[in-house]
């Protein structure tokens, strides 16, 4: 995939590999620096950092192979982040992100009984450098790492609260309960030429003869 794609550095970041999970933060969100309280003192570079976020342009080749860009590329990145982590409780960004999950942009989960479940990003800490993203499922309520790995999106991009907010906000999406138990099988008890679908169904039998006594 090329690096490029038209619009500012926000609609570029979003749109490369991996990156699938974030929405794009509003340019006036940004800007306005009451969102933004608490921040300036983590980053090094925070102005040049904002600077990059918000600019018109993507980078290009030259950019890429240089290692002042690159060092403000990484503040930028975290910055990004770490805003991104408080516009999607905003009620737009919470609206981005319903759209993503009833699309399924974040993955199932894998557990079988969950049939699919889409799954929703979370944080295991409000920190950098904790924990790199994992995801939540709504129905068996565990958190699984990513189908695809995400390596440099951490987790502090969306805290540990959103899940939840955005169940909370939007209570229709909650899952209904499995349709199914999973029922522990041990296969030694197969008798003669019984195949492990007819054991399944005979042990079922059983307990449900044993329950109606």
């Keep these: 995939d090329s690096l490029y794609s038209e619009g500012g550095w926000i609609q570029w970041f979003c749109s490369l590999e991996d ?19 608490g921040l300036k003192q983590k980053f090094t570079h925070y102005n040049e950092a904002i600077d990059m976020i918000l600019s018109p342009d993507c980078p290009d080749d030259e ?9 403000i590329y990484q503040e930028a990145t975290d910055l990004y982040g770490l805003i991104h982590a408080r516009f999607i409780l905003s009620p737009k960004g919470l609206s981005m ?35 790199r993203v994992k995801v939540y499922c709504p129905k068996c309520q565990d958190v699984y790492i990513p189908k695809k790995k995400c390596a440099d999106v951490d987790g502090a991009y969306f805290g540990c609260s959103f899940p939840h907010i955005l169940l909370q906000s939007y209570q229709e999406l909650y899952p209904a309960p499995p349709n199914s138990v999973y029922i522990p099988v041990s296969y030694t008890h197969l008798r003669a030429h019984e195949t492990p679908e007819h054991l399944v169904c005979r042990l079922l039998l059983e307990k449900k003869k044993t329950s109606s006594h």
Aim: proline share 3%; with cysteine; charged share 35%.
């Design 19 to 37: 990156h699938h999970f974030f929405c794009e933060v509003d340019e006036e969100y940004i800007r306005d620096n009451f969102n933004l309280y």
């Design 63 to 71: 950019d890429l192979e240089d290692d002042k860009f690159l060092e």
């Design 97 to 131: 992100m319903r759209e993503k999950y009833v699309l399924g942009k974040f993955g199932s989960c894998p557990r079988v009984l969950c049939e699919r479940q889409n799954v929703i990003p979370v944080g295991m800490s409000e920190e950098l450098r904790t924990s």
